[in-house]
């Protein structure tokens, strides 16, 4: 049981506007925003975060959309924060998404699904670790 998770409001959401509404829910949702920030990112560091994922058929897509434009990152902390995370944004798919969660509310599909969420405690620190530097966490604690 881990009390961080990271959470990225992507480039399709930020778009469309939606970057408030999300933040919201975040709130509304008990998690304290540890550290927060606007970027742009290359596409080396989408290659590099979702390096997991390389060699699968939506990779090059994938990383293409998520340098594309702005996206904000967040280091998220509540009790069980990987797993209610999840629960907040709700299945991958947004037609999959059950009603209420952000996915289901703002995606637009399966690529564009509006925000990402780390799927356990260890890659919720490496995550974390890729976007914010220490002085960034530690000054907010
Ligand atoms: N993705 C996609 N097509 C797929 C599966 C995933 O475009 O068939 C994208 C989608 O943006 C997803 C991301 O790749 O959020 C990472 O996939 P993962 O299976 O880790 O889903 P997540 O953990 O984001 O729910
Ligand atoms: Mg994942």
Redesign the pocket.
């Known amino acids: 049981m881990s009390n961080l998770t990271f959470a990225i409001i992507?480039p399709d959401a930020v778009k469309n506007g939606d970057t408030g509404k999300i933040y919201d829910r975040i709130i509304s949702a008990e998690f304290k925003v540890l550290s927060a920030k606007l970027i742009n990112m290359t596409l080396a560091q989408a290659q590099g975060f979702?390096g997991?994922?390389a060699g699968?058929?939506?990779y090059d897509?994938?990383t293409e959309?998520?340098s594309s434009s702005q996206s904000m990152v967040l280091a998220l902390e509540k009790d069980n924060a990987v797993s209610a995370w999840?629960e907040t944004?709700g299945?991958?798919?947004p037609k999959e998404a059950d009603a209420g969660t952000i996915r289901h509310d703002f995606a637009t599909?399966?690529?564009?699904?509006a925000v990402?969420?780390s799927?356990s405690d260890e890659n919720a620190r490496k995550e974390i670790g890729f976007f914010f530097s220490e002085a960034e966490l530690i000054s907010n604690q």
């Open positions: 992507k979702y997991v994922h699968k058929p939506f897509e994938l959309f998520m999840r944004i299945a991958t798919n599909s399966i690529g564009e699904n990402h969420g799927d």
